[in-house]
């Protein structure tokens, strides 16, 4: 007896607003199941404590993961003063605390000291391996590995308000960014210490907070309307890229790229990823070659 395969072929994004208490594993599986798609996946994990823009790519959209986790992410970050933990965040135990004596200005006129190009040391309760290991695994058996210092670029970095020891920030910056040790940083810095108790992504790339939707909120309209009213809600695979450049190429071009030759193509930026349309049809990732030209990274079918 031929078991019969009931999942759906479902193709684009969907951006999710993860709540907090959860894995973002745990988030995708339940919008994974709930669309009941053959394949699914998101881009960059949010750590349990955290809220927000989660995009999961469904099918087609998959291909494109790579580039969406690859883009800048934004942030809205409540740090509590005058406390350090073991993990950078309040699932942490208490390591020290001091008094906070920091004011608005102190804050203020510190930020441009961690704002641009800097380096940072990614923390030992990360998903970062070492000799296979995560390092939060390793943290939790006490163990300290030396990491190497990185080099990120937080684009801003403001205060939005502080209220005595809360303070909140938004935050924009590249991939890779450690929002956890950009606030233990300053609250050394400070000479206070911090933790992060809050933490909020509000934008990936181009997907940003408006557009997401709540678990709850799709299990209800799935309740109500079923199936075809969740897959109005899947935007095109193009959708999780729009930070991407968009190239057009035509009918030969399209022809020699699919071949995996190279093309030049008009208004082609100097280096980097692109978006390919074909009479305005979205056609897959390029990018661009040492010589100017233009080669297919990802292909998408339709």
Request: aromatic content about 6%; proline content about 6%.
């Given at each position: 007896?031929?078991?019969?395969?009931?999942?759906?072929?479902?193709?684009?994004?969907?951006?999710?607003?993860?709540?907090?208490?959860?894995?973002?594993?745990?988030?995708?599986?339940?919008?994974?199941?709930?669309?009941?798609?053959?394949?699914?996946?998101?881009?960059?994990?949010?750590?349990?404590?955290?809220?927000?823009?989660?995009?999961?790519?469904?099918?087609?959209?998959?291909?494109?993961?790579?580039?969406?986790?690859?883009?800048?992410?934004?942030?809205?970050?409540?740090?509590?003063?005058?406390?350090?933990?073991?993990?950078?965040?309040?699932?942490?135990?208490?390591?020290?605390?001091?008094?906070?004596?920091a004011?608005?200005?102190?804050?203020?006129?510190?930020?441009?000291?961690?704002?641009?190009?800097?380096?940072?040391?990614?923390p030992?309760?990360?998903?970062?391996?070492?000799?296979?290991?995560?390092?939060?695994?390793?943290?939790?058996?006490?163990?300290?590995?030396?990491?190497?210092?990185?080099?990120?670029?937080?684009?801003?970095?403001?205060?939005?308000?502080?209220?005595?020891?809360?303070a909140?920030?938004?935050?924009?910056?590249?991939?890779?960014?450690?929002?956890?040790?950009?606030?233990?940083?300053?609250?050394?810095?400070?000479?206070?210490?911090?933790?992060?108790?809050?933490?909020?992504?509000?934008?990936?790339?181009?997907?940003?907070?408006?557009?997401?939707?709540t678990?709850?909120?799709?299990?209800?309209?799935?309740?109500?309307?079923?199936?075809e009213?969740?897959?109005?809600?899947?935007?095109?695979?193009?959708?999780?890229?729009?930070?991407?450049?968009?190239?057009?190429?035509?009918?030969?071009?399209?022809?020699?790229?699919?071949?995996?030759?190279?093309?030049?193509?008009?208004?082609?930026?100097?280096?980097?990823?692109?978006?390919?349309?074909?009479?305005?049809?979205?056609?897959?990732?390029?990018?661009?070659?040492?010589?100017?030209?233009?080669?297919?990274q990802?292909?998408?079918?339709?």
């Amino acid at each position: 007896m031929t078991r019969h395969n009931s999942k759906r072929a479902v193709n684009g994004f969907l951006i999710v607003d993860k709540p907090a208490g959860v894995s973002s594993n745990g988030v995708l599986q339940q919008v994974k199941r709930l669309f009941n798609a053959k394949k699914a996946g998101h881009t960059g994990s949010l750590d349990p404590l955290a809220t927000g823009v989660l995009p999961v790519c469904f099918g087609e959209a998959t291909k494109l993961s790579q580039y969406l986790l690859d883009a800048d992410k934004a942030y809205l970050a409540t740090a509590t003063l005058g406390i350090k933990t073991t993990t950078g965040d309040s699932e942490g135990s208490v390591i020290s605390e001091k008094p906070v004596t920091a004011t608005t200005d102190a804050i203020e006129n510190m930020l441009p000291q961690f704002t641009g190009c800097i380096q940072q040391i990614p923390p030992m309760y990360s998903a970062l391996k070492h000799k296979g290991q995560p390092l939060y695994k390793l943290a939790r058996e006490g163990k300290q590995i030396e990491r190497k210092p990185r080099e990120i670029t937080i684009h801003e970095f403001k205060l939005l308000s502080y209220t005595k020891p809360y303070a909140q920030f938004y935050i924009k910056c590249t991939k890779g960014t450690y929002v956890r040790t950009l606030i233990e940083d300053l609250g050394e810095a400070l000479g206070c210490e911090a933790h992060i108790s809050a933490l909020r992504r509000t934008q990936a790339g181009s997907c940003q907070e408006t557009q997401s939707y709540t678990p709850e909120q799709l299990q209800q309209i799935h309740a109500e309307k079923g199936t075809e009213a969740l897959d109005k809600l899947i935007l095109p695979p193009e959708n999780g890229i729009l930070h991407l450049p968009k190239l057009l190429a035509g009918k030969t071009a399209v022809v020699h790229i699919r071949q995996g030759n190279p093309v030049a193509l008009p208004q082609t930026p100097l280096s980097g990823f692109v978006r390919l349309y074909s009479d305005n049809r979205f056609i897959g990732i390029g990018s661009v070659t040492d010589d100017g030209k233009v080669a297919m990274q990802r292909a998408i079918k339709h």
